[in-house]
């Protein structure tokens, strides 16, 4: 996958991390500024660039130490994720359209 692809698809699962979330919440509630958002946006969308680049673009070799090194900081305290209803909401919604017009 080309790096301007990678790129966008980084800061398409950054604003759907964000949207309707605590961070918005506390940010609509003045507890982040626009600033700090900002900046918390900026990161997210980093990090996430970072990792899709090594799992798509990297050679195994590369991608395989890159997760050792991030798996230190797995958090054992974290419940396990589950399919965001948010976002399956709206995947229904743009695909239903889509499947009436047959």
């Not at 964000?18 to 990090?47: A, H, P, V, W, Y």
């Not at 050679?59 to 994720?81: G, I, L, R, S």
């Not at 948010?86 to 743009?94: E, K, V």
Request: aromatic share 6%.
């Amino acid at each position: 996958m080309e790096e301007q692809n990678i790129k966008k698809l980084a800061l398409i699962i950054s604003a759907n991390c964000i949207r309707q979330s605590t961070i918005e919440e506390c940010q609509k509630k003045g507890q982040i500024n626009d600033q700090q958002l900002n900046q918390i946006n900026k990161e997210m969308s980093d990090r996430i660039f970072t990792f899709l680049t090594y799992l798509l673009q990297k050679p195994a070799d590369e991608y395989t130490v890159m997760m050792e090194a991030m798996a230190k900081h797995y958090p054992e305290n974290w419940e396990q994720p589950e399919l965001s209803q948010l976002i399956l909401q709206q995947q229904a919604q743009t695909a239903a359209p889509a499947s009436t017009q047959h």
